[in-house]
C-alpha cells in the first residue's frame, strides 16, 4: 500500500492557492489546508472542502508559471521514469552529481541513472538517440555525433567530468572530449524491482519526478522517489503533482477496435488519401495543430470528423467517459454535426454540436460498459468544417 505523507497544520499565513483536478473531470480551487494519506481539505469560497486522495487526478500550484531559469545544458533520465534537467553532470566511480537548474546539487547512484544527454535534442537524431536508450542494452554505450547523425560504442563507462569522459572500450580506457559526446547510457542487470510511483510531480524548469511519498515542511515540499532519492524543493518550482497513474486513461492513448469512415459523397471507389486525411487525430485538431476550443488549448484529446466511427474496447472497468465536446475555434462558426455515443449496444448520450455555440461537457456513466463506440455524424451543414474536437477525452475509474 503506497503511502502520502503530506500533512499540513493550520498556517498563520494564508494557505497556498491550488486548483485541484478530480476524477470526475472538476476544478476545485482554494487554499491548502490539509494533505495526508486519506485527502486533502480546502479552504474555497463555500467552506472547507474534504476529498479522498483517490478522487484526485492532479493538484497545481495556482497561477504557476510555464517555465523559469535558463535553458538546461543537460538531460537525464533514471531508471524510475523520472526526466531531469540541469547545468552541469559528473560522475567519479558509482556515484554522479546533477546541477539542478536553481544551483542546486543532487548526488544520484550512477545505478539509478539510466541515460544523460549533453546537447539539445535535434530533430535530425531524435529518432536515434531513442532506439539507442530504448533497446536493451548489453553493456554501458557511449553516443557521439558526426555532421547529421550520431552513432554509438558499447564498452565501460569510467569518470566523468567537465572536459572529458573516459570510455573503456577493448580494455583501453579512451578520454573522449565532452564536446564531441551527444550522451551516455548506463547498463543496468535485469530482475531490479521498484516500488509503484504514486504520481508524478512536474517543475517549471521541464523536470519531471517519479514520485513516492511526498510531504510539506514549511514552505518546501518533500519527496521521495521510488529509487530513494529524497528532495526538498520550493514551493515556487513545482508547476503540477499529477496523480491520474492508474485512475484515468486518455483515449488518444488507447487503440480503436476500429476505425470506419463514410464520405458524405462518395465517388464511386475508395481514395487512401481521402480516408487518411478523414483519420482521427490523436492529440491534434485536423489541422494538424493542438486541440483549440473557446479560446484554450488542449494537448490532450481527440480530433474527428463526420462521417466517422470509432470502437474502443475498454482495457479494464471505468466508471466515467468524460471530454469537452465542441467544433474547432480555427472553423467557428461553420461546423455542425451530431455525437453519439454508446455503452455497448445502449445509447449515453445523443446531442448536436455546433460551431456557433460553446463547447459543451461531457460526463457519461459506464458502468458496466466493456465497448465504448463514438460516432460523429452529418449534421445540418452537410460535411462543411465538421471538425469535432473531443478535448480531454478520458475514462475514469
Known amino acids: 500500500m503506497f503511502t502520502l505523507l503530506f500533512c499540513i497544520a493550520q498556517l498563520t499565513a494564508a494557505p497556498p492557492a491550488v486548483e485541484v483536478e478530480t476524477t470526475d473531470g472538476g476544478v476545485i480551487a482554494g487554499g491548502l489546508l490539509e494533505f495526508g494519506a486519506g485527502g486533502i481539505k480546502l479552504a474555497t469560497e463555500r467552506g472547507p472542502v474534504s476529498l479522498e486522495i483517490g478522487k484526485l487526478t492532479g493538484i497545481s500550484p495556482k497561477g504557476a508559471p510555464e517555465g523559469a531559469g535558463p535553458s538546461p545544458a543537460v538531460w537525464v533520465e533514471l531508471v524510475d521514469g523520472s526526466s531531469l534537467v540541469g547545468s552541469a553532470y559528473t560522475a567519479t566511480e558509482a556515484r554522479a552529481r546533477l546541477t539542478l537548474p536553481d544551483?542546486?546539487?543532487?548526488?544520484?547512484p550512477t545505478q539509478d541513472v539510466k541515460w544523460v544527454r549533453f546537447q539539445s535534442p535535434a530533430e535530425a537524431v531524435s529518432s536515434q538517440w531513442s532506439r539507442i536508450v530504448g533497446s536493451e542494452l548489453k553493456s554501458d554505450v557511449l553516443v557521439v555525433k558526426t555532421a547529421e547523425t550520431i552513432d554509438y560504442h558499447k564498452g565501460v563507462l569510467r569518470d566523468v567530468t567537465a572536459e572529458v569522459v573516459r570510455f573503456e572500450l577493448d580494455g583501453e580506457v579512451l578520454p573522449i572530449k565532452r564536446a564531441k559526446v551527444y550522451g551516455l547510457a548506463y547498463y543496468h542487470p535485469a530482475g531490479r524491482q521498484l516500488p509503484q510511483a504514486l504520481g508524478m510531480l512536474s517543475e517549471v524548469s521541464g523536470a519531471t519526478w517519479s514520485?513516492?511519498?511526498?510531504?510539506?515542511?514549511?514552505?518546501?515540499?518533500?519527496?521521495?522517489?521510488?529509487t530513494g532519492l529524497k528532495l526538498a524543493r520550493g514551493l515556487a518550482v513545482?508547476?503540477?503533482?499529477?496523480?491520474?497513474?492508474?485512475?484515468?486513461?486518455?483515449?488518444?492513448?488507447l487503440e480503436p477496435e476500429s476505425v470506419n469512415w463514410t464520405p458524405y459523397i462518395s465517388?464511386?471507389?475508395?481514395?487512401?488519401?481521402?480516408?487518411e486525411s478523414?483519420?482521427?487525430?490523436?492529440?491534434?485538431s485536423h489541422d494538424g495543430g493542438l486541440l483549440h476550443l473557446d479560446g484554450k488549448s488542449f494537448r490532450k484529446g481527440m480530433g474527428l470528423t463526420s462521417r466517422t466511427l470509432v470502437v474502443y474496447r475498454l482495457p479494464e472497468r471505468y466508471s466515467r467517459f468524460v471530454a469537452t465536446a465542441g467544433i474547432d475555434d480555427r472553423v467557428r462558426p461553420r461546423g455542425h454535426v451530431r455525437l453519439v455515443v454508446r455503452g455497448d449496444e445502449r445509447v449515453?448520450?445523443?446531442?448536436?454540436?455546433?460551431?456557433t455555440e460553446p463547447a459543451k461537457p461531457v460526463s457519461l456513466d459506464l458502468t458496466g460498459v466493456r465497448r465504448l463506440s463514438i460516432l460523429v455524424d452529418f449534421g445540418e451543414d452537410l460535411d462543411l468544417a465538421d471538425y469535432l474536437d473531443l478535448a480531454e477525452a478520458r475514462l475514469v475509474k
Do not use: C, H, M, N
Open 278 to 284: 478523414a483519420a482521427p487525430r490523436r492529440d491534434r
Open 238 to 253: 513545482v508547476k503540477r503533482i499529477d496523480f491520474s497513474r492508474g485512475k484515468v486513461v486518455y483515449l488518444s492513448d
Open 211 to 226: 514520485v513516492q511519498t511526498i510531504a510539506l515542511a514549511g514552505e518546501k515540499l518533500q519527496w521521495t522517489t521510488p
Open 348 to 355: 449515453l448520450l445523443d446531442q448536436a454540436v455546433a460551431g
Open 103 to 108: 544551483g542546486e546539487p543532487l548526488d544520484i
Open 267 to 275: 465517388l464511386g471507389k475508395d481514395f487512401p488519401s481521402r480516408a
